[in-house]
């Protein structure tokens, strides 16, 4: 079946991108110029026919030349769009000639031959610019801006982010205005479907507006305009619902937009799982080294935040959540912007989770009951200042404040030779309180005809202090915490760490345009951290202090760099060679323990080739060389409990580790066609790689990390592929494809042995999916979508060679439908099923059902029954650790009805 879908989907793209060829064909060949009879480079070109169809399209060449295929004796319209030039639009009769029509632009008057054409257009160019009308991809069905994205050709939507011809789009507005800081998860979930215009992409979006391609890589950016009769008002809803006992839902939702002021206001509380701030959108707003590469500078310090246990909404027995977030932009004149924006998010989670570990010769289970509960609040401040024309300033602050409490309770046990021997019982707490503050400065101005000057600089604090506490039945950790005390058959213990860093970063850019074809770009930058690390073990109340177990660290971190990158274009070719020199500094110095001192000058090669036939046909090839030094926790030789069976111990011989990451890319649209292929294949070779140590005894694993002599290697296939093939049909392929190598060690649990040995494991990953969208007349829309996972596990003792394997697949199928009976009455179902086994054993069915039914009372007032989780809600999945494979079951919400009422103003 794999091979079948695989073959599927190549198959599709060599039918559809040769279909309708079997009528006769004229050619035409053209020239775009200006007034001065130059002629104009990406010019879109696009063919329509009395229906309003596309029926080709294309871009012009460096010297404004396009070359056309058209039924013969048929009569279109020509549709040519550039930037800075008036639209044209030129109805033309399709026949043979040999000679070349020349057709001219101007920025003034339309010309005499001009039509106004008033009909729909779904798809427009307007030059770099891609702008889809709402209106011609909506059913009726659709409640906010994703469900109109999601039915956009060439976008993906995946954890709220916003894909395009398979890059993620990081630049987001709403009439020009970014709106919460630019996370679009909110504005997705939240602005109304029925606000929306147009949908527009700029596939050469540059963050610095006086760069050219050669300058600056190109970048995607999407804007939403809003109709015409939502500006300068106040729109948005309001609803409430409930089932009459422990369920309910209440949300609000404002929004202003005028030339000046735009304010928007959400609010949400809801007890079945509806999530609009995900974790990964809290994690996005927290900083640290993520933030400063996001900046553009070059930063080689692993990060060192440790990672939040935050629950997934969606797998909770128990759901509670609150949001409530208000932002306001005000741009006096075209000189100044400032915005800001304040949100809090609170959720109290239940879960029910059995997690299973897989080894050799055992397994190891926990039944857990959890509690968590997670406040957490996020202000932004942002100032944009133009001067002049030819400079800009922007800064930009943010303050993140989150507090975690967790509580669990674990009954553990193991499996050997089919024998179960109860481990114990445990309690565990977490309690944890982070703050983030970080802000940056830059200042762009243009220099000349066209060369460009930028200075950036960002400062980053953050402060973290996990408290986290264990009560078991038996000892805990024994083998580290050998003089621990044990009170009315009771053993204790609680960690309490606490983490500071500052981080600054500072580099400018100058962009020399040697010529049209020819640019140097110098970038000098500098990095400094300064990181504080303590750690405190205690058993029933008293202090452990041992060696390595307890924890006083500093660390401190240089990074200087001069990047020097050469850029030519050689007429579709654009070549980018270049390179850093880079020298790092890395200080760890602990109280009582062996210190560390790292030191290296290293030249670090990048190179992009890119070659573009046109705005839609890109291939592109990028290869990086990059360092990556390991952090303070990584370097301190002390205990570091992570859980209830996981202790780390640091490692202050840790050394950094080379990676070699290469990525090939592939993107090609049709517009006109509605067809969209994006595909991409990444290497990534790692020397010296940072991997783990492990000892494992029945029910605890010690982890550390050494530098392995061994290389890791990673590869990385993907494609997406949509195609409408007609009015009523259309349909997606999207495969991902993965191998992972690396070596780690660990000792065997035969006699209690703890000497290493040398581990290989083997990941490799597939998935495939296949969507198909049936549409009648605006009012029936129908999904029916297969898909297939399949993880594989391997894991060898390369002197044993001991082998465990597991092979975990999923077959699922989906079904979604919406019915817009009448201008009053909305039906929409979702169904799916799922299949999964482990080694070709079965090991669990899900079935999902949901329905609403929404009736429009009057005016803008509706009345909406909601049922979901009406089958199962006992999910399975895997995951692969260093030396295991694990399976979680999770009992999620049960069934749950609400009947709600919605008022749109």
Known sequence: MKKFIIGLSFLSILLFSNMLTAQEVCKIKGIVVDSLNIGLYNVSVTVYD?????????????????????????????????LGFKSKVIPVAAKQISEQVKFTLSDSEAQLDEVIVKARIPIKMKGDTIEFDAASFQTGNEENLEDILKKLPGIKIADGKVYYEGKEIKNFTVEGREIFGGNMKLVNKNLPSGA????????????????????????????????????????????AGTNFKEHSDLQGKAFYFNPKVDVT??????????????????????????????????????????????????????????????????????????????????????????VDRLFSDFSFRQNKQESQKLHSGLAQARIDYFPTARSEM??????????????????????????????????????????????NLSYLKKIGKS??????????????????????SNPIFNDA????????????????????????????????????????????????????????????????????QKADARLSYKEYYADLNLTKSFANLKFDLGGSLSRFDEANIMVNQQNSRLEKVAFLPHLTLKYEWNIAKTLTLDYKKTFSYPEIKELSNTYQVQNTYLLFLGNPYLDREVNHRLKLAYRYSKYTSFFNFYSEFSFNLIKNSIQTTSLFNVNTQLDSNVNNHKNAYS????????????????????????????????????????????????????????????????????????????????????????????????????????????????????????????????????????????YKLFRQTYLELVAANLLDNRLVSNTFDSNYSQIVIKNRLSAYYLLGIKYKF
């Open 265 to 354: 206001v959400i609010a949400d509380s809801n007890t079945y799982g509806k999530e609009v701030f995900t974790r990964e959108d809290m994690i996005g707003f927290m900083g640290g080294i993520s933030t400063l590469k996001k900046e553009g500078g070059q930063f080689s310090l692993r990060s060192n935040l440790q990672p939040f246990n935050l629950g997934d909404i969606k797998d909770a027995s128990v759901a509670r959540t609150n949001l409530g977030a208000i932002h306001i932009g005000y741009a006096p004149n075209n000189k100044l912007y400032v915005n800001g924006f304040a949100l809090y998010t609170g959720n109290s989670l239940d879960y029910t989770t059995i």
């Open 394 to 439: 922007r800064y930009r602050a943010i303050l993140n404040i989150m507090d975690n409490k967790m509580e669990q309770s674990i009954d553990n046990s193991s499996f050997s030779n089919s024998a179960i021997a109860n481990l114990g019982f445990q309690m565990a707490n977490t309690n944890r309180n982070f703050i983030n503050f970080s802000h």
């Open 196 to 239: 929306i215009s147009k949908v527009q992409i700029d596939k050469k979006f540059k963050k610095n507006p006086f760069a050219n391609s050669l300058q600056q890589d190109d970048d995607f950016s999407l804007n939403i305009v809003l109709k015409e009769d939502k500006k300068s008002l106040v729109f948005g809803n309001v609803s």
């Open 451 to 472: 060369d460009n000057f930028g200075i950036y600089i960002t400062h980053n604090y953050q402060k973290d202090t996990p408290i986290y506490a264990i009560e078991s």
């Open 50 to 82: 009395a229906d309003r169809k596309g029926n080709a399209f294309t871009y012009t060449d460096k010297s404004g030349y396009f070359n056309l295929q058209l039924p013969c004796n048929q009569k279109v319209d020509i549709h040519l769009e550039a």
């Open 481 to 548: 915490f050998n003089n621990q005390n044990e009170e009315n058959g009771i053993y204790k213990i609680r960690q309490a760490q606490a983490t500071s860093i500052n981080t600054v970063q500072v580099y400018s850019e100058y962009n020399n345009l040697i010529t049209n074809t020819f640019n140097l770009k110098v970038k000098l930058g500098a990095n400094f951290s300064a990181q504080d690390f303590t750690n405190n073990i205690y058993s029933n109340g008293n202090l452990l202090l041992e060696n390595q």
């Open 715 to 854: 590869y990385l296939l993907n494609f997406n592929m949509d195609k409408k093939i007609n009015k009523f049909w259309t349909i997606k392929l999207e495969g991902n494809f993965s191998i992972n190598e690396f070596y780690t060690q660990t000792n065997s649990l035969e006699g209690n042995s703890t000497m290493l040995y040398l581990i290989k494991n083997d990941i490799a990953g597939n998935n495939l999916v296949w969507a198909n969208t049936f549409k009648i007349k605006k009012r029936f829309e129908f999904g029916l979508g297969l898909s297939y996972t399949n993880n594989k596990y391997k894991v060898r003792n390369e002197a044993t060679q001991l082998l465990l394997k597991n092979n975990f697949e999923t077959w699922s199928n989906f079904v979604d439908a919406s019915f817009v009976v009448t201008e009053k009455f909305l039906f929409k179902a979702h169904y799916s099923y799922e299949k999964q086994t482990n080694n070709k054993k079965y090991l669990n069915e899900y079935n999902d059902l949901s329905f609403s039914i929404r």
